[in-house]
């Protein structure tokens, strides 16, 4: 934050001094990071709250609410930046300082370190908001390269490429407008539990069956609350079992997969017979293979 909030105010300073629409965007966008930054912040904090009665899942959801916040923001104030850069595109004036491409070189390598920074943390600890903000450092570091050929097209031949710096601040807003989007996308589908990747999904399974007793998996479902995973788990297990060494198995599987998978915040398991179950009529529940003896009801 205070990074980007140094750059925004160089850059906001240095363009209305140098008469840069494309610098003034650039910054603009750079002031739009220090409020997304802070937002993510806000959202991290709240969301490694515990648990409590009225959150047992945990308050990680309010890390995805900062994420599609951000995103909403990224879409306003790159619609702004359009409209305030394309509005005296077609006015004739001096082309900007020389001095005005500084800010702009020093706001690429500054936005490189960061963006490589934010992105290991972030898929570190599994956060959707930091990678989110990650992705708004790397858009800057495109943003500021086109802010800058735009300035130089201006610089090197201003009788041609005298509305180049206009229409270079406007490309720097539709780029955030297209990134906003995307993260608005990415975090409303974890907020309408959108389920993980296979691979993620594999994995799972495979920790689950690691435990003794563990027969196959017959359903598994996950949803991500912030930044871990809650996973639904239906494990088979031999139909003579009794209740208790079923619930022994199945608190097992809950602990492995906790144990090997980090990301995994908690496990549900429900236990059910290897095999299948039939209910007929009477009530007398028939499970496991074909050949397996009939069990009294509730045994299933």
């Known amino acids: 934050m205070g990074v980007s909030g140094s750059l925004a105010l160089i850059k906001l300073v240095v363009g209305l001094l140098a008469g840069s629409a494309a610098v003034v965007a650039d910054g603009i966008e750079s002031a739009g990071d220090v409020v997304a930054s802070g937002l993510i912040w806000v959202g991290l904090w709240l969301a490694s709250k515990p648990a409590d009665q009225n959150h047992p899942y945990g308050h990680g959801r ?20 359009i409209g305030r850069s394309l509005a005296g595109a077609g006015r004739a004036h001096a082309p900007p ?35 989110a903000d990650a992705w708004n450092d790397a858009v800057d570091i495109l ?30 807003g539709a780029i955030v407008v297209f990134l906003g989007f995307n993260v608005v996308r990415e975090t409303s589908l974890s907020l309408i539990d959108t389920m993980p990747d296979d691979e993620t999904m594999r994995r799972i399974r495979k ?71 039939e209910c007929p009529p009477d009530g007398n529940p ?10 009294g009801h509730g045994q299933h």
């Open 143 to 172: 943003s500021g390269s086109v802010a800058l050929v735009a300035v130089g097209l201006t610089l090197a031949d201003p009788a041609r490429f005298i509305a180049a710096d206009h229409w270079g601040g406007a490309a720097v």
């Open 97 to 131: 300082a020389s001095y005005a491409v500084w800010p702009l070189l020093a706001s690429v390598l500054a936005k490189s370190g960061m963006s490589v920074w934010k992105f290991k943390a972030g898929r570190k600890i599994g956060s959707s908001a930091l990678v």
């Open 207 to 277: 920790s689950a069956l690691g435990v003794s007793g563990a027969m196959d998996v017959e359903k598994c479902f996950a949803r991500k609350t912030g930044l871990r995973y809650h996973v639904d788990l239906h494990l088979e297990v031999a139909p003579e079992m009794t209740v208790r060494a079923s619930h022994c198995i199945a608190e097992e599987v809950r602990n492995k997969v906790k144990a090997d998978l980090p990301w995994v915040a908690d496990v549900l398991v429900h236990v059910e017979p290897h095999g299948g179950c």
């Open 62 to 81: 309010v890390e995805t609410l900062a994420g599609l916040g951000v995103g909403v923001g990224l879409v306003v104030i790159g619609m702004a930046i």
């Open 286 to 295: 028939v499970c496991g293979n074909p050949g397996t003896r009939r069990l």
